[in-house]
């Protein structure tokens, strides 16, 4: 059956194809993976053009509205039959992209009233000697995810006039639309644009920092879930015979040396003409470009060196590849560039693109929705706790400065508090009686 759709302008917006619709199968890999039978294809921006022979040709159309503000492209060209898992996957992926860069879009001008929220969070994203310049991509878009939710809730609200009272009734607010994390991070975000303030020696921000100091709020329980190494192992096999070795290896990599993805797949990064000019040989995907992931150069003979982009650089992880048999099964023969490439593209993974593939192959393997891709660290430092590695040691594998960062990661407390009472037992039976 051919797909439906509704007109838009010169072109046809296709709807979403039931998996029942589509051919009996699709190739992954070289395999021949049957369409779960409740899927249904969804491909966000795409559009049909029928040509006057008839032919229908597909692309993605952006959002006109962030066209207009400067996002690029407009339009991309699709090729293949639609329905198609590849160009739904295809349309995901340039959705995400238009979108993190609709997140991370600075407004041009402040408009709001001098001394409001709304005028600190536009000065914070905006002043070209701002602190938020210094920050990665990522934690930018981070930032301005939750400045938005600070202009929504009191953007016309004047600091002068802020007390503690008002800043708990927002942060119930947010609590009940964005869950407990999702609250905090409006409030540390919040914070961080009030001090910014403070720099500028705004007087109302000076009180209202002090305000914010003497009014506190429940962090965010700790997570305590993580993968273990039979996990691990049972998310390689999946990720195989979905014809994603590229999942395997990563994950491989986080769980053994304790890394986070991006130190993996790096990030992609839409910088201006000036640093774009004086970038030579980056890898480009059209306006973007790659940093902070894994490269063939990071690894001489056995030893891996790699920067960690937490740090800027200023730490680097070690580590001998000679002691994990099972992560040298997982390397690729030595090439050159990176070593962890999206194997549709053959370019190094969009982060968003990643995240969907990576669930969906831990759902396959049997892992459980409550534990993420990122709790591989937390499972690296939890095994390495249990089988009683010095805590300086394993602070120094994940490249902690502090020994409490690294307790965070800790999640193995039942075999840990276990080993003590074995400890204290033997202790008593050694105790002369009397």
Request: aromatic share 8%; charged share 25%.
């Amino acid at each position: 059956m051919a797909a439906t759709g509704r007109p838009f302008g010169n072109f046809w917006t296709a709807t979403t194809i039931p998996a029942t619709m589509l051919p009996p199968g699709t190739r992954a890999g070289g395999r021949r993976v049957a369409m779960p039978a409740e899927h249904e294809l969804h491909a966000p921006g795409l559009k049909r053009m029928k040509r006057h022979n008839g032919r229908i040709d597909l692309y993605w159309v952006a959002d006109e509205r962030l066209v207009a503000k400067g996002f690029t492209p407009k339009t991309v060209r699709l090729f293949g039959d639609w329905p198609s898992q590849e160009i739904a996957s295809r349309c995901a992926i340039l959705q995400a992209e238009m979108l993190e860069w609709a997140a991370g879009h600075e407004p041009g001008r402040n408009a709001f009233a001098l001394g409001t929220i709304g005028w600190i969070c536009r000065s914070f994203e905006t002043d070209p000697d701002s602190p938020i310049h210094e920050r990665r991509r990522d934690t930018r878009v981070f930032y301005g995810k939750y400045i938005r939710h600070l202009v929504e809730a009191a953007g016309d609200e004047h600091m002068a006039d802020i007390i503690g009272r008002d800043v708990r009734r927002w942060h119930r607010a947010w609590t009940d639309d964005l869950g407990e994390r999702g609250a905090y991070a409006c409030i540390q975000t919040l914070r961080r644009v009030v001090n910014y303030g403070c720099e500028l020696r705004d007087r109302d921000a000076i009180e209202l920092a002090t305000v914010l100091s003497k009014t506190t709020f429940r962090q965010p329980r700790a997570r305590k879930l993580r993968p273990s190494h039979e996990m691990i192992v049972a998310l390689r096999a999946a990720a195989h015979e979905a014809g994603r070795p590229s999942i395997a290896l990563a994950v491989t990599l986080q769980f053994e040396f304790g890394l986070r993805q991006k130190d993996l797949i790096g990030e992609w990064d839409r910088p201006d003409a000036e640093t774009r000019s004086r970038i030579a040989g980056a890898i480009t995907d059209g306006a973007w470009i790659w940093d902070w992931g894994l490269v063939w150069n990071h690894i001489d003979g056995t030893i891996l060196r790699k920067p960690t982009s937490k740090s800027n650089g200023n730490e680097v992880a070690e580590h001998d590849l000679s002691h994990y048999p099972e992560l040298l099964a997982e390397l690729p023969p030595r090439g050159v560039g990176p070593l962890v490439i999206d194997e549709r593209s053959g370019l190094p993974w969009k982060r968003s693109h990643f995240s969907r593939t990576f669930r969906e192959i831990a759902r396959a393997s049997g892992w459980p929705d409550g534990i993420w891709n990122m709790d591989s660290r937390a499972g690296a430092v939890s095994e390495a706790f249990e089988a009683g590695a010095a805590p300086a040691d394993v602070m120094r594998t994940a490249t902690h400065t502090q020994m409490s960062t690294t307790m965070l990661y800790n999640r193995g407390s039942v075999v840990q508090s276990g080993r003590v009472a074995e400890l204290r037992m033997a202790r008593r039976r050694a105790k002369p009686a009397g």
